[in-house]
C-alpha cells in the first residue's frame, strides 16, 4: 500500500512547491514510484520545476474535478528528469498540474468544486499507477481541501521559515493536524540565514511543537539563481541544500 504525504505552509513564499518537487525526484531516484499532485488550483506552478509547458496539456486536475477526464488522463510521466541521476532501477514520477488557463482558475474561485472527489482520485492514482509515494502539494493557508488533503495522509510535512508569522500559523496547523489524527508529522524549516544556529534553532522548534524537524535548509542564492528551472538536488549534487533533502527523502522513505 503506498503513503499519501502532504506538503503543507500556513503562508506562500516558503518554498514548499520547490520542496514538493525536489523530495518526488529524490524519491523516485531511489526507485519509487512516485506521483505529485499540484492542488495548489488558484495558483499552480509545480509543472514549471519540471519543465513541463501548459501547452503539453490535455488535462490537468480541474478537468478531473469537474468530470472531464479519469485522473490518471491528467497525470503526466516526468520520469525524464531522472536521466542520469538514479540510484536504484524501477523509479518513476508523475505530474498531475493545476491548468494555467485564466478562465479555469476563475471558474474554480467563482464556483468551487466537489473537494470530496479529491479523496477517491488520489486512491483511484495510487491504484491505477500503483504509486508508493503520493506527494500533495497543497493551497497555503487553511480551507476546505487542505484539511480533507491532510485528514486522508499518512504524512504530513510542515514547510516553514524562520519567521515570526510562520511561527504562529505553523501552530495552528499542528493542532489541526493532531485533531485530524495525522499518522505522522514532520517539519522542514527553509530559507535559514546563520548556519552557526541551525543547531539550536532544530531543536527550539521541535521543542515548541513536538514534532520531529527533517533538516534545516539554507537560505541560498543558488537556488534563487536557479529560478525553478529545474529539480535543484538532481542538478546540484554534494550541495548543502541537496544534503539536507537527501536525508529528508531517506526519512520519509523509511516512515
Known amino acids: 500500500m503506498g503513503k499519501i504525504l502532504s506538503v503543507h505552509s500556513f503562508r506562500g513564499g516558503t518554498g514548499k512547491s520547490n520542496v514538493t518537487a525536489n523530495l518526488a525526484a529524490l524519491l523516485a531516484r531511489r526507485g519509487k514510484r512516485v506521483g505529485i499532485v499540484d492542488t495548489d488550483i488558484q495558483s499552480p506552478g509545480v509543472h514549471v520545476l519540471f519543465n513541463l509547458s501548459p501547452e503539453r496539456f490535455r488535462y490537468a486536475l480541474n478537468d478531473y474535478l469537474w468530470g472531464k477526464c479519469r485522473i490518471e488522463e491528467a497525470a503526466y510521466d516526468v520520469s525524464g528528469v531522472l536521466e542520469g541521476h538514479r540510484l536504484n532501477d524501477g523509479g518513476s514520477l508523475h505530474l498531475i498540474p493545476g491548468s494555467m488557463r485564466t478562465g479555469e482558475i476563475t471558474r474554480i474561485l467563482r464556483d468551487g468544486y466537489d473537494v470530496g472527489l479529491l479523496n477517491s482520485g488520489f486512491q483511484e492514482l495510487m491504484e491505477r499507477l500503483e504509486l508508493t509515494h503520493l506527494l500533495i502539494d497543497t493551497h497555503p493557508g487553511v480551507n476546505e481541501e487542505t484539511l480533507l488533503s491532510i485528514a486522508i495522509s499518512d504524512i504530513l510535512l510542515l514547510i516553514l521559515r524562520p519567521d515570526q508569522q510562520d511561527y504562529q500559523g505553523t501552530a495552528i496547523t499542528v493542532e489541526l493536524a493532531r485533531q485530524l489524527e495525522v499518522e505522522q508529522m514532520f517539519m522542514l524549516i527553509n530559507k535559514a540565514i546563520n548556519p552557526q544556529d541551525f543547531g539550536v ?3 527550539r522548534v521541535e521543542s515548541t511543537y513536538q514534532v520531529p524537524v527533517l533538516g ?16 535543484f538536488a538532481l542538478a546540484n549534487p554534494g550541495h548543502p541544500v541537496t544534503s539536507v533533502l537527501e536525508a529528508a527523502a531517506e526519512r520519509i522513505d523509511a516512515a
Do not use: N, T, Y
Request: no cysteine.
Open 201 to 203: 534553532l532544530k531543536q
Open 216 to 231: 534545516v535548509l539554507p537560505l541560498s542564492g543558488d537556488v534563487a539563481i536557479l529560478g525553478s528551472g529545474g529539480i
